[in-house]
């Protein structure tokens, strides 16, 4: 049992991570309540609830600042017992500076296993595009066309693909994952604006307090610019239904404009719709110019049919 429980752990540590680390233009999304749902980094977060899952946010970075980074995230997954796979899919927007904007869309699939009574094993691909838009009307001043800027609307399309591996029991979860495994080139209209391999991992334990109170401590890490990006977060759930939690992030060395932070995430699940919102206050020098950031989830767990509930199956760690 536990040497094919240790085999998966291994080949899932290979797969995420022995490509090394590159150097990368645009990164991946990084969002405060990311643990609520997984599967636009990590396609093997698919179908971890026998519910249908629908997850919508907005973020806004940096508020007050003109042309500031917008990010919005669609997800919806669910569970199929019949093929023991969790299926959906996922849709990003990233509007990353002044005209420069990014939509990813893709299929997600994920191929659950279970590791005896108390463990389940998820392996998960996504596949779809990627595609970079620029349009130079969002400018507020245009400049010449002797300085060399682009003054037309481009847009180009790839594909892309992920994998990740995550394992969950009823108290611990832990997940990696690789995204855009076909390392995308420089796209021909921007110089720079390349997408390669990026690398996530997470952790999470959740430790009750009693009947009515759980405590869950979580573990991020990311690699940007060849940097490790390290995000710790603490959170009280209440009767299974409130949350409310503390979340810090150190200075990414290697860019100053990802600083450190510490943010604050209060949420609700009334039925079965859930409602959150987090705060992030940057500190040091770049906080005059960029200090705040929030962002509003709203999700749904809409109840499968009977049928497509796994009746034998670990009990493993939902969203909450």
Request: a neutral charge.
């Amino acid at each position: 049992m536990m040497n094919r429980f240790n085999k998966y752990i291994v080949a899932g540590f290979v797969l995420c991570f022995v490509a090394g680390y590159e150097i990368q233009a645009q990164n991946d999304i990084l969002l405060t309540q990311q643990w609520l749902s997984r599967v636009n980094l990590n396609p093997a977060a698919t179908g971890n609830s026998d519910n249908i899952d629908i997850f919508v946010l907005a973020r806004r970075q940096w508020a007050g600042f003109d042309n500031a980074p917008q990010t919005g995230v669609l997800n919806v997954h669910s569970y199929f017992h019949r093929i023991q796979s969790g299926v959906g899919l996922t849709a990003t927007y990233d509007k990353i500076g002044v005209g420069t904007s990014m939509i990813n869309a893709k299929l997600a699939y994920a191929y659950h296993v279970n590791l005896g009574e108390k463990w389940l094993l998820s392996l998960g691909l996504s596949a779809g595009i990627i595609q970079q838009q620029f349009k130079p009307d969002d400018h507020y001043i245009l400049p010449d066309q002797d300085d060399g800027y682009l003054l037309q609307k481009a847009s180009e399309l790839n594909p892309d693909v992920d994998f990740g591996i995550e394992i969950n029991s009823q108290r611990f979860q832990f997940g990696a994952s690789v995204t855009h495994l076909l390392k995308i080139a420089n796209f021909s209209f921007m110089e720079g604006s390349q997408i390669v391999q990026q690398y996530h991992a997470y952790a999470s334990y959740k430790q009750p307090l009693g009947e009515k109170f759980d405590l869950m401590f979580g573990l991020r890490g990311t690699n940007f610019d060849s940097s490790p990006f390290v995000d710790v977060n603490l959170t009280g759930i209440l009767l299974k239904n409130y949350w409310l939690g503390v979340a810090y992030r150190p200075q990414q060395l290697s860019d100053p404009l990802n600083p450190q932070t510490v943010a604050a995430m209060v949420g609700v699940q009334i039925a079965f719709v859930r409602l959150g919102y987090s705060f992030d206050y940057s500190l040091g020098n770049i906080r005059n110019i960029a200090r705040n950031s929030h962002e509003i989830m709203l999700s749904f767990k809409i109840k499968q049919p009977k049928k497509e509930i796994r009746t034998k199956s670990p009990r493993f760690i939902e969203d909450l």
